[in-house]
């Protein structure tokens, strides 16, 4: 039998330390979210328009559909089901303006997913992405100074969309699913 060098010893050490490194990166949890439960999408671009908006926090606006009066809970049985359509802001993209002579547009990015929550037990289901679209701000002669638009994938400015309001013509097509 061969006898384990000191040496041997610290090179496995030092790859055993390097493997649960990596590990301990690839498990990090993501950033906590503020959830804010909003009526729909005109209520997250007033949000983002306000003086409680934050760039530096994450936040899911959280949609709720009606009880599904007709459909009790798996979980305990009882009638507080309801869907859940949560739309996570995921990125910011800084993009030129289509529009001559303007400052540069943003274009905050949202991921939406759907699900369905228990009001009394808290059942869950897993979460489903739907869809992404990004609400688009541009410096423009506007009475508040921005223009607000939502580009989402299929609109066009061929099809009588606001240039902003395509993905394609913002840049913003590779960052579709």
């Known amino acids: 039998m061969r006898n384990i060098t000191i040496k041997e010893i610290k090179c496995l050490i ?17 950033p906590s979210r503020i959830e804010i439960i909003v009526e729909g999408e005109a209520d997250i671009v007033d949000f983002i328009h306000s003086t409680e908006y934050d760039p530096d926090n994450s936040y899911s606006f959280i949609i709720k559909s009606k009880i599904q009066v007709r459909i009790l809970c798996p979980g305990c049985g009882k009638n507080g089901y309801r869907g859940i359509t949560e739309h ?22 949202y991921n939406v997913y759907t699900y ?13 992405f739907l869809n992404r679209y990004w609400i688009v701000e541009c410096h423009t002669e506007m ?8 580009a989402r994938p299929g609109q066009s400015y061929q099809n009588g969309y606001d240039f902003h309001e395509d993905p394609v013509y913002m840049g913003l097509s590779d960052c579709l699913p």
């Open 14 to 30: 030092a790859v055993l330390v390097m493997g649960l490194s990596l590990c301990i990166t690839a498990f990090a949890e993501e």
């Open 143 to 150: 009475p508040d100074g921005w223009g607000t638009f939502i």
């Open 116 to 128: 369905s929550k228990c009001d009394y037990c808290g059942y869950r289901t897993s979460c489903v």
């Open 88 to 109: 996570r802001d995921s990125h910011i993209h800084p993009r030129p303006c289509p529009a001559p002579d303007l400052e540069g547009d943003m274009c905050y990015e």
